[in-house]
T-cell receptor, first 116, second 114 residues
Framework: NAGVTQTPKFRILKIGQSMTLQCTQD?????MYWYRQDPGMGLKLIYY???????DKGEVPNGYNVSRSTTEDFPLRLELAAPSQTSVYFC???????????????FGPGTRLTVT | GENVEQHPSTLSVQEGDSAVIKCTYS??????FPWYKQELGKRPQLIID?????GEKKDQRIAVTLNKTAKHFSLHITETQPEDSAVYFC?????????????FGEGTQLTVNP
């Protein structure tokens, strides 16, 4: 069981470039999340998904897009990268079932992104 | 949505002392309150959680208390050790039309001095 994996570990982008951050989990979890963590700050939710084909915005979705075609994968797309998107990005998954239940979130190792 | 406030932002204690971190939340419907520990350069990892039908939970040197009426919960670490030094985040669940998610506090940097 690899848990939640993310690629790449590090990336430097130029302003205006695009990229996709990959996230995969092998625990058959329904819920998946994308967070960003700015230096010295907490985790802010970008997007989340309650299952394949279903996604919704979190607190800070602007400048990002997601898709969820399979249970395992939840890629995050950055279009037209800006310096404000410099951050550490964490993907997480959770085994919760139903709309109201809440369970532990398991985090990936993170992707450190710098936009210059 | 949910709003979570966490205090203090930094906490320095001597080895062996106790440490207490406090959080307040705004949504009275929140029903799940986890605490995560994040070491420098690492991912957040769950250390303890509590649900709204329980007032206190303990796991060895770590305990969490929940006061639903006042909408606050606290993390207690006893007999602190240098390896407890890390950033600790509280979170509270929030349920919208698309399912449940967590809102995190801004974190507490705990330093345990040997």
């Amino acid at each position: 069981n690899a848990g939640v994996t993310q690629t790449p570990k590090f990336r430097i982008l130029k302003i205006g470039q695009s990229m996709t951050l990959q996230c995969t989990q092998d625990m058959n979890h329904n819920y998946m999340y994308w967070y960003r963590q700015d230096p010295g700050m907490g985790l802010k939710l970008i997007y989340y998904s309650v299952g394949a084909g279903i996604t919704d915005k979190g607190e800070v979705p602007n400048g990002y897009n997601v898709s969820r075609s399979t249970t395992e994968d939840f890629p995050l797309r950055l279009e037209l990268a800006a310096p404000s998107q410099t951050s550490v990005y964490f993907c997480a998954s959770s085994p919760q079932q139903g709309l109201r239940s809440t369970y532990e979130q398991y985090f990936g190792p993170g992707t450190r992104l710098t936009v210059t | 949505g949910e709003n979570v406030e966490q205090h203090p932002s930094t906490l320095s204690v001597q080895e062996g002392d106790s440490a207490v971190i406090k959080c307040t939340y705004s949504d009275s419907a929140s029903n799940y309150f986890p605490w995560y520990k994040q070491e420098l350069g690492k991912r957040p990892q769950l250390i303890i959680d509590i649900r709204s039908n329980v007032g206190e939970k303990k796991d060895q040197r770590i305990a969490v208390t929940l006061n639903k009426t006042a909408k606050h919960f606290s993390l207690h670490i006893t007999e602190t050790q240098p390896e407890d030094s890390a950033v600790y985040f509280c979170a509270a669940s929030w349920t919208g039309t698309s399912g449940s998610r967590l809102t995190f506090g801004e974190g507490t940097q705990l330093t345990v001095n040997p």
